[in-house]
Nanobody, 124 residues
Framework: QVLLVESGGGLVQAGGSLRLSCAAS????????VGWFRQAPGKEREFVTT????????YYADSVKGRFTISRDNAKNTVYLRMTSLKPEDTAVYYC?????????????????WGQGTQVTVSS
């Protein structure tokens, strides 16, 4: 069992920045790939980014590439999502998720454990 807790969401103006954190407890965190997904009202949950167990592989959705950066600190059992140049269309609930795949996936089904989410609202 892995428990995930997201934090760092909030209200920010377009062009601004936020850093989300995903803190994990339970089993060895370094054994899990971690992804970030988001879900806007009335829309399906969509892939944002993911990072492999050691942090050596990262993947991004085209919509956030160049603006968002994922990183992890296994000593602190935490994954971070640095978001810059935020746009109103980035508004959503952001979820982190953990999975056992060696090559981290882009589908929600690739992840077994999920946090409760943190709201990010970008005003125009």
């Amino acid at each position: 069992q892995v428990l995930l807790v997201e934090s760092g969401g909030g209200l920010v103006q377009a062009g601004g920045s936020l850093r989300l954190s995903c803190a994990a407890s339970g089993r060895t965190f370094s054994g899990y790939a971690v992804g970030w997904f988001r879900q806007a009202p009335g829309k399906e949950r969509e892939f944002v980014t993911t990072i492999s167990r050691s942090g050596g592989m990262t993947y991004y959705a085209d919509s956030v590439k160049g603006r968002f950066t994922i990183s992890r600190d296994n000593a602190k059992n935490t994954v971070y999502l640095r978001m810059t140049s935020l746009k109103p269309e980035d508004t959503a609930v952001y979820y982190c998720a953990a999975g056992l795949a060696v090559v981290p996936g882009r589908r929600p089904d690739d992840y077994a454990y999920w946090g409760q989410g943190t709201q990010v609202t970008v005003s125009s």
